[in-house]
């Protein structure tokens, strides 16, 4: 018997009793490993990923533990099952995180992943960090059936995957900046009721901006990771609202102004900083190629008919169940990667930024044209880049070593006439005397 739960717009989800899910899951996989830690049971039957997500858990772990701080020894591991290839549940997305009645009654949480996709980008991490959360705020208050309960809030996972993104393909420096020129400066109990799931490329990214803001400035705080884990504990009889932030965090002094001020101070802060150096043409290609390698059924009906990859399934992967909500994650993306990309590339991450957008609120809106000619005017650039690489390699590659001779054999100027003028005889004449 186990548990499951469903993610809601709210963050509040209801308890489900379902029949066999979870062991009929577990049956089908023949791998099992242990992470290093010990925190973590991966089920798969690709042993080379299963190893890959032991470590990339354990890699999260310990960015959850310096960060919040919160002792993450349990008496049950985190359970992740690599479902990819099995049918995945109607209504789920690709990578799902839950709470099950483990043996004897004790709750474990549990991840579940359905396709490659959720192991490209930080998805994988957001959940693995969801799950830590899980586990801090009913540690010691068990869910019961039929009983509503709260996932962590969607800020603080938000700024974990950022911090990690941050770490991996560097800083939009200028992101910073345009919230702090802005004509309407941001609210701090606005941010915190906001919904990430619900926006669109540039306001996501500017979500996650805010989101690292303020994780840096809570840990700055005296109570600093201390707080942060007294604040999720706390989620699991209150709101994770302004009171219950608060409340974790007594220098605040019960004031939302002093704590909108101090998340103000770290945006400045952050906007003053020193970004990383832009891509070369090389790697932002690299770095692009891997935002466009998805894959989607021509018709999820008719598997038969195999898939279709690269670009093009973009189409395809918006029409498919979650995907408006993958596509705005796709465009936030191509917006970060915008802004360390080569100016020469920039243009073509701005389009396919444009058609994910686009695909995000209107996703059976035909957009094949638009992905064919973007695709074109990138191959068009890479091959004159390419030719213009050829001739600077070739261009070097032929130059002399060393100078012709013609040039070492240095030669005296000529002499120069004298003058005979009256002018310059006179002055000769004065500079012979010694005057």
């Known amino acids: 018997m186990a548990w499951n739960w469903e993610n809601s717009l709210t963050g509040l989800c209801l308890l489900a009793l379902i029949t066999g899910a979870s062991e009929a899951a577990e049956n089908a996989l023949a791998g099992k490993s242990t992470s290093a830690s010990g925190e973590f049971v991966i089920y798969s039957k690709d042993g080379t990923r299963r190893t890959a997500l032991a470590q990339r858990a354990d890699d999260a772990r310990a960015q959850w533990q310096q960060r919040i701080g919160a002792d993450v020894t349990r008496s049950q591991p985190i359970i992740i099952q690599d479902l990819i290839g099995t049918p995945k549940p109607r209504g789920n997305s690709n990578i799902v995180t839950g709470i099950f009645e483990g043996d004897g009654g004790m709750m474990k949480v549990q991840t579940d992943i359905y396709d490659a996709s959720a192991l490209r980008g930080q998805a994988l991490e957001t959940e693995i960090y969801r799950a830590l959360g899980l586990d801090l705020i009913y540690r010691n208050h068990p869910p019961k059936i039929g009983k509503a309960f709260r996932s962590p809030p969607a800020w603080l996972l938000e700024a ?7 770490k991996e393909n560097g800083a939009p420096e200028g992101v910073y900046s345009a919230l702090l020129k ?125 898939k279709v990859t690269g670009p093009a399934a973009l189409s395809l992967l918006a029409k498919c169940e979650g995907g408006a909500y993958m596509m705005r994650q796709k465009s936030a993306e191509f917006m970060t990667l915008g802004f360390r990309a080569h100016p020469l590339l920039k243009p073509v991450i701005a389009e396919y930024c444009k058609i994910t957008t686009v695909l995000a609120s209107k996703p059976k809106k035909n957009v094949d044209k638009q992905i064919e000619e973007t695709g074109k005017i990138l191959d ?9 690489g050829d001739y600077l390699n070739w261009f070097e590659a032929t130059q002399l070593d060393t100078l012709s001779e013609n040039f070492l054999e240095v030669t005296s100027p000529l002499e120069v006439p004298k003058r005979t003028d009256p002018i310059s005889a006179h002055l000769d004449a004065i500079e012979d005397r010694g005057w």
């Open 160 to 166: 974990l995957a950022e911090e990690k993104r941050i």
């Open 182 to 306: 802005s004509e309407h400066p941001p609210r701090i109990e606005d941010f915190l009721k906001a919904k990430p799931e619900l926006m669109e490329a540039t306001s996501l990214t500017l979500y996650r901006t805010q989101a690292v803001a303020l994780l840096k400035a809570l840990q700055q705080l005296p109570e600093g990771s201390k707080g942060l884990a007294n604040f999720l504990g706390s989620i699991a009889e209150n709101d994770a609202d302004m009171k219950s932030l608060l409340a974790a965090f007594p220098s605040l002094e019960n004031s939302p102004s002093r704590l909108g001020k101090i998340w103000t101070l770290s945006i400045a802060r952050n906007s003053t900083s020193k970004g990383t150096d832009p891509y070369s043409i090389g790697e932002t290609v690299r770095a692009l190629h891997e935002l466009l390698e998805v894959s989607a059924l021509v018709d999820p009906k008719r598997p038969a008919l195999g």
């Open 380 to 388: 068009l650039l890479l091959q004159r880049t390419g030719k213009v």
